[in-house]
Structure formats: structure tokens, C-alpha cells
């Protein structure tokens, strides 16, 4: 799987699959498939091809994480990991914005996402 990174600024286009611009929205903005925060496809910085599609994103973090594995963003089918009581939340572009439960950023208005453990975790304590 090939990710483009596209520093081509010219293109709108989407396509099937391409950005989702959200109609509610006056300004022509796309939602970052990450995030789900409204970008400007025509300012924005942050843009990935994938599939011969164009997406836009609001930082470069979630521009990464979309690059790391993109079907994970675009697949409607995957269900989202459940969420225990009390987790902490955080913003992806303000790690240092913690709280418990689900909210919005207090500095850039993102949805704050779930701190999951992941394979990469310290097991120290394990072992």
C-alpha cells in the first residue's frame, strides 16, 4: 500500500471515496478522516493521497496516523474499540489536554480521542 503525501495544492477533487465535504458547512470544508475537524482543502498544509484519492487533515499527527493505516480511517465496517468507564481523553494535536471522558479540546475545539494501551505500551511491570 502506497501512501502519496501531496504537497500539490491545486487539487479538490475527491471521488467515491475522496474528502467528505461537509455540506452543513458555508465555507466548503472537508472533514479530516482522523479527527473529524473541519479543514480548509485549500490552506491546509496536511494532505495525503490514498487509493488515487485526495485527504486533508488539520496536523501533521493526524496526517501520520492516516498514513500508518489508512482503511483503519475509511472503513466504515470497523467498530470502534470500546471505551471503559473513566479513561482518560486527550487531544491529538495538545497531548498535554487530559481529561476524563469524551469532550473537546479547550485550545483547538478537536475531539479529544480515548487513551488506549497499545502494543508498543512499557510491559515492565508485566515482566
Given amino acids: 500500500m502506497t501512501i502519496h503525501i501531496d504537497h500539490d495544492h491545486s487539487r479538490e477533487s ?66 470502534a474499540a470500546p471505551v471503559i468507564e473513566g479513561t482518560i481523553y486527550t487531544c491529538p494535536m495538545h497531548p498535554e489536554v487530559q481529561q476524563v471522558g469524551p469532550g473537546s479540546c479547550p485550545k483547538c475545539g478537536m475531539a479529544l480521542e480515548p487513551m488506549l494501551p497499545t502494543a508498543d505500551s512499557d510491559d515492565t511491570e508485566l515482566r
Fill in 14 to 79: 475527491g471521488g467515491a471515496q475522496g474528502p467528505h465535504f461537509d455540506t452543513t458547512s458555508p465555507d466548503n470544508t472537508v472533514l479530516d478522516p482522523v479527527c473529524g475537524m473541519h479543514v480548509d482543502p485549500h490552506t491546509t498544509q496536511h494532505r495525503a493521497d490514498h487509493a488515487g484519492h485526495p485527504y486533508y487533515f488539520c496536523s501533521a499527527r493526524c496526517q501520520e496516523k492516516f498514513a500508518a493505516d489508512p482503511d483503519r480511517y475509511l472503513s466504515a465496517s470497523i467498530a
